[in-house]
Each structure stands twice: as C-alpha cells, then as structure tokens.
C-alpha cells in the first residue's frame, strides 16, 4: 500500500516537470491576446425548428482592465514558466 503511495506522489511530481519553451509560448500569448482588451463574440442564425436565433459574449481579463502591456505579459510569463526568454515574438490579436 505505502508503495502504491509512493509512485502515486512521484507520478504527481513528475507532472510538475518543465513545459517546453513552444507550450509556454502558446499558453502566454493566449493570456496576452486576453490582455490587449474585451473580447466580444456574436452568434446569428437559424434553423427550420424553431427559425433565427442569436446570442453575444463579452469578456475581458483582470490583466486587461489593469492596463498591462500584451508583449511585457507575454515575456514575463514565458520567463516564469521556463525560466528562458520566448523563443519567438507573440501572435497577438490585430487592434
């Protein structure tokens, strides 16, 4: 049972690894894209069941609404995942 325990909590660990520097980026530029300001979705249509429909979403992050630059978020975040700077600038949303 103790041994069950034992690669139990050495398998947790293991998750905790490194992320790799192309997984870090995505993850990060996801938060800068949040960053640079609301997000808005609309959704229109119809069908023949029960004919036009519609639907809207607004969100916006913490981040956002405190001002923070995209790209410094991006690196600072990058850096603390990996402890490296990007391997490569962020894809962020055109303003």
């Not at 870090?24 to 249509?45: F, I, M, S, W």
């Amino acid at each position: 049972m103790r041994i069950a325990f034992a690669i139990a909590g050495l398998a947790a660990l293991a998750a905790c690894g490194e992320i790799s520097p192309e997984r870090a980026a995505d993850r990060c530029e996801e938060r800068a894209r949040a960053a640079q300001g609301p997000e808005v979705g609309v959704t229109l249509g119809a069908n023949s069941n029960s004919g036009p429909f519609a639907s809207g979403s607004i969100s916006i992050s913490s981040d956002a609404i405190r001002g923070r630059d995209p790209v410094a978020l991006y690196e600072e975040c990058v850096f603390n995942l990996t402890g490296e700077m990007p391997i490569r600038p962020p894809r962020l949303r055109n303003m």
